[in-house]
């Protein structure tokens, strides 16, 4: 009835030694040391979890089961790999934590990353997306998208994809992204096997509604358009691309700004490829879903995760055939917000994507 046996379970963390690859080369015995029976750091623990037990009622903790977080995590590491090598199918969801290792960062503080926008009134990425801002001051919009396509496209898939993709090629798999930079495709991954949700900075469309659909440019439209360097604008401004049917001003389309404008034609085929593949996956089949660097700022794909492994566990509950391998095992691989509902195959990593395929590729 605890606060504590609600939540499952508490980590207490100590501080450790950490160097190499971060936590997952913590030094084992020291921390076994820290945490063995008769230590001051383990009394220390103890006495915490008696006073938690004080003030919080009957926890369900067991002292003799202090596990350090580098054991935790290895055990882990283990587990998730072993089910991402021997899962029939394998899903993919990958957010922006999946291209931090290729040269993509966060976009961190806007109004420190874009004083020349917020003094134009836009305050955030949804607003410099949206159909007014492509409409209302379009030479402000199309130079802060121009330095986008050019960053996003000069860096180059980095070592994870292609391990992602020699671990999964062999067998079906299906990538769903949120990320506008199109390094899957980039990293070789089949178009067929992908739907990138929120479309591509190299999407454009016309703003005036049902003018023709979506086109895919290549990175010579971005380049070709003349910007002023320190004010981030289209420069002379009546240089902005215009629609060759009805003269109106283009917008990326991307359904950052949710604003009735977006036309969502390569998002629905995206969509469709997604439905098509869950048809294709034999009933039986052991998934594997890796859910990539997906913050909880747009959670859709945390969401699509949740669904598909709370739909196949029901599935594979009724079947009359037992397995000792799981339906599904659902890992969530994040710095940050990385708690999931308990379940014995949903694998919290606290990790960085790159730490986490890394020791991936040393186990495997
Ligand atoms: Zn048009």
């Given at each position: 009835g605890s606060w504590a046996d609600?939540?499952?379970g508490v980590f207490l963390t100590v501080p450790a030694r950490v160097s190499g690859m971060g936590v997952v080369e913590a030094d084992e015995e020291a921390l076994a040391r820290?945490?063995?029976?008769?230590?001051?750091?383990?009394?220390?623990?103890?006495?915490?979890?008696k006073e938690v037990r004080e003030e919080y009622g009957g926890c369900n903790v067991d002292e003799t089961n202090l596990l350090p977080m580098g054991t935790v995590l290895s055990q882990r590491l283990e587990k998730g790999l072993r089910s991402l090598l021997k899962a029939d199918a394998?899903?993919?969801?990958?957010?922006?934590?999946?291209?931090?290792?290729s040269g993509i960062p966060d976009l961190g503080d806007f109004a420190t990353q874009f004083p020349e926008l917020v003094q134009r009134g836009r305050k955030n990425i949804f607003q410099c997306s949206s159909h007014e801002h492509f409409t209302s001051d379009p030479a402000s919009a199309w130079g802060f998208f121009q330095e986008r396509a050019l960053g996003y496209w000069g860096?180059?898939?980095?070592?994870?994809?292609?391990?992602?993709?020699?671990?999964?090629?062999?067998?079906?798999?299906?990538?769903?992204?949120?990320?506008?930079?199109?390094?899957?495709?980039?990293?070789?991954f089949a178009p067929d096997r992908l739907a990138e949700i929120h479309g591509t900075l190299l999407d454009v469309q016309c703003c005036s509604p049902n003018c023709g659909g979506v086109r895919r440019e290549t990175l010579n439209f971005f380049e070709d358009l003349p910007i002023c360097p320190n004010r981030r604008v289209v420069t002379p401004a009546e240089r902005v691309?215009?629609?060759?049917?009805?003269?109106?001003?283009e917008r990326i389309a991307t359904e950052l700004a949710v604003d009735g404008y977006f036309q969502d034609d390569h998002v629905l085929e995206g969509r469709r490829r997604w439905e098509h593949f869950?048809?294709?996956?034999?009933?039986?089949?052991?998934?594997?879903?890796?859910?990539?660097?997906?913050?909880?700022?747009?959670?859709?794909?945390?969401?699509?995760?949740?669904?598909?492994?709370?739909?196949?566990?029901?599935?594979?509950?009724?079947?009359?055939?037992?397995?000792?391998m799981a339906p599904v095992t659902y890992m969530r691989i994040n710095t940050h917000h990385y708690d999931m509902i308990?379940?014995?195959d949903n694998i919290p990593l606290p990790l960085p994507v790159s730490e986490v395929f890394q020791?991936?590729?040393?186990?495997s």
């Amino acid at each position: 009835g605890s606060w504590a046996d609600q939540a499952g379970g508490v980590f207490l963390t100590v501080p450790a030694r950490v160097s190499g690859m971060g936590v997952v080369e913590a030094d084992e015995e020291a921390l076994a040391r820290l945490c063995a029976p008769g230590s001051a750091a383990r009394d220390a623990l103890c006495n915490g979890l008696k006073e938690v037990r004080e003030e919080y009622g009957g926890c369900n903790v067991d002292e003799t089961n202090l596990l350090p977080m580098g054991t935790v995590l290895s055990q882990r590491l283990e587990k998730g790999l072993r089910s991402l090598l021997k899962a029939d199918a394998v899903i993919i969801l990958a957010g922006a934590g999946m291209s931090v290792s290729s040269g993509i960062p966060d976009l961190g503080d806007f109004a420190t990353q874009f004083p020349e926008l917020v003094q134009r009134g836009r305050k955030n990425i949804f607003q410099c997306s949206s159909h007014e801002h492509f409409t209302s001051d379009p030479a402000s919009a199309w130079g802060f998208f121009q330095e986008r396509a050019l960053g996003y496209w000069g860096a180059e898939p980095s070592a994870d994809y292609c391990w992602l993709l020699k671990v999964v090629d062999s067998r079906p798999y299906f990538v769903v992204t949120s990320n506008l930079d199109g390094m899957f495709t980039r990293a070789g991954f089949a178009p067929d096997r992908l739907a990138e949700i929120h479309g591509t900075l190299l999407d454009v469309q016309c703003c005036s509604p049902n003018c023709g659909g979506v086109r895919r440019e290549t990175l010579n439209f971005f380049e070709d358009l003349p910007i002023c360097p320190n004010r981030r604008v289209v420069t002379p401004a009546e240089r902005v691309p215009t629609c060759s049917r009805c003269g109106s001003p283009e917008r990326i389309a991307t359904e950052l700004a949710v604003d009735g404008y977006f036309q969502d034609d390569h998002v629905l085929e995206g969509r469709r490829r997604w439905e098509h593949f869950q048809h294709t996956v034999p009933e039986g089949a052991k998934l594997c879903i890796l859910e990539l660097g997906c913050g909880i700022q747009m959670p859709k794909l945390r969401f699509l995760g949740e669904s598909v492994s709370n739909i196949h566990r029901l599935r594979a509950a009724h079947s009359t055939a037992p397995d000792e391998m799981a339906p599904v095992t659902y890992m969530r691989i994040n710095t940050h917000h990385y708690d999931m509902i308990n379940h014995p195959d949903n694998i919290p990593l606290p990790l960085p994507v790159s730490e986490v395929f890394q020791a991936w590729s040393c186990l495997s």
